[in-house]
């Protein structure tokens, strides 16, 4: 079963940019539906981005046009460019794996969009 684990949250001020990667562990980890998640506090954790294994993304519409989804197969990593980051992007963001009945998650890492 795949493991995943996030980096690259931080502080950023409003209008700045971060690249969170999750680097997976597991032999088949190109045939994975990737995806990343975000929960802020308070409320339930939401979709960002999802990439199948044929390369289809779905965003949700808060984040289209701001942030870009992408895997590197060869590295077993997917990653997620997050530019033009608002206030209300603050949350912890969880990198998902799954693949049948199987549906794996991150740690979690806290992005803080503050002046």
């Known amino acids: 079963q795949v493991q995943l684990v996030e980096s690259g949250g931080g502080l950023v001020q409003p209008g700045g940019s971060l690249r969170l990667s999750c680097a997976a562990s597991?032999?088949?980890?190109?045939?994975?539906?990737l995806g990343w998640y975000r929960q802020a506090p308070g409320k339930q954790r939401e979709l960002v981005a999802t990439m199948s294994s044929g390369g289809t993304t779905n965003y949700a519409d808060s984040v289209k046009g701001r942030f870009t989804i992408s895997r590197d197969n060869a590295k077993n990593t997917v990653y997620l460019q997050m530019n033009s980051l608002k206030l209300e992007d603050t949350a912890v963001y969880y990198c998902n794996a799954h693949i049948a009945s199987i549906n794996t998650w991150g740690q979690g890492t806290q992005v803080t969009v503050s002046s």
């Open positions: 597991g032999s088949i980890f190109r045939l994975y539906i």
